[in-house]
């Protein structure tokens, strides 16, 4: 009876791999946005190159990370949870559930240091948007005449730049040792909701004060990941737009990935292509919406994998309960 349950559980997971991979594709219009890039063949190879590289660039990121923190994550398991945190990311809100996976992957072998984990994951996440925004200011600066000449343009340059700022302060009060040395931070740590879990991932961000070489590491790793996501956009504007100037596409492309980014639609579908067209539109440019369909064509590759591996995941844990039962 338990192997009967056990196989229903696995085929039923094995069948939400599936679904998701066609919820994935259809709403994406996959094989559409395919037929449309077909006639540059140079391109779609690209894209999912670029798109791999990517997810390659991520989790290492995360083995620097951890590596801070006195734990081992090997890149294989790494990577494995970057490219099913990619399929979910598509599924789900604001790229919620493909961190809640990506946590119960990477914790799947140190259960007693989740919030740890999680803390990492929010590090991670945080890195990676300050270098993005950090990245918009240097293309803006080095792109001053669009900021100058469009103020909507400048308008969100100015965000981005209050967000790096804000990104700033918030890691120089994680690391502060006088504050954590204050009345005020006994205080609220003794009386703070979940007080318990909230000291043990404060205490994990302060562990980055003495390890900002893996931060520094973190974010160079950031920037060419950053820069390789801009040479998806701009591959794809060489056939979609070619008279636009490269460092327009870069700058537009990341403040439109950042309204993607909004917690509003599954992997901001929609949201993403309204941003890219509005923008470029604004600045003369039509066709914004097909860059990020193009990127979203690339990342299908990856998303291929992460639902290959969340199948083959499932199987490997079946295989394990088996050899555990037997042990037994």
Not at 24 to 44: E, F, P, R
Not at 200 to 206: G, M, P, T
Not at 242 to 266: F, K, Q
Request: glycine letters at 10%; one cysteine or more; aromatic letters at 10%.
């Amino acid at each position: 009876m338990k192997n009967t349950i056990r196989r229903f559980f696995i085929i039923l997971r094995a069948a939400l791999g599936v679904g998701l991979l066609y919820y994935v594709l259809k709403v994406t219009g996959g094989w559409a946005a395919a037929k449309q890039l077909i006639s540059a063949k140079w391109l779609l190879p690209w894209l999912s190159a670029l798109t791999i590289f990517g997810a390659a660039i991520e989790a290492r990121r995360l083995g620097v990370l951890f590596g801070a923190q006195g734990m081992r994550l090997s890149f294989v398991e790494g990577y494995r949870a970057v490219a099913i945190a990619a399929l979910f990311n598509f599924c789900i809100p604001g790229g919620t559930g493909g961190d809640v996976m990506k946590l119960y992957y990477l914790a799947a072998d140190s259960r007693g240091r989740r919030v740890e984990i999680a803390t990492l994951i929010f590090v991670d996440r945080a890195v990676a948007l300050f270098c993005m925004l950090s990245l918009v200011v240097a293309l803006a600066l080095l792109d001053w005449q669009l900021v100058w000449d469009y103020p909507l343009i400048g308008s969100l340059v100015v965000v981005a730049a209050v967000g790096a700022v804000g990104l700033l302060v918030c890691g120089a009060i994680a690391f502060s040792s006088r504050l954590r040395e204050s009345r005020w931070y006994a205080f609220i740590m003794d009386r703070a909701p979940l007080r318990r879990y909230l000291t043990r991932a404060a205490d994990a961000l302060y562990v980055f004060r003495e390890n900002r070489a893996a931060l520094a590491r973190a974010a160079a790793l950031s920037v060419v990941g950053h820069l390789a996501l801009l040479g998806v956009m701009n591959a794809a504007a060489r056939a979609f737009m070619p008279d636009a100037p490269p460092l327009t596409v870069s700058l537009l492309a990341l403040l439109g990935l950042l309204a993607n980014a909004l917690p509003i639609t599954p992997g901001g579908l929609g949201v993403g292509e309204a941003a890219f067209e509005g923008l470029f539109r604004s600045v003369g440019y039509g066709g914004g919406a097909r860059l990020i369909l193009a990127w979203r064509v690339g990342m299908l590759t990856l998303c291929c994998l992460g639902c290959a591996l969340y199948i083959t995941g499932a199987r490997r844990g079946q295989v394990a309960e088996a050899a555990a039962t037997t042990s037994s």
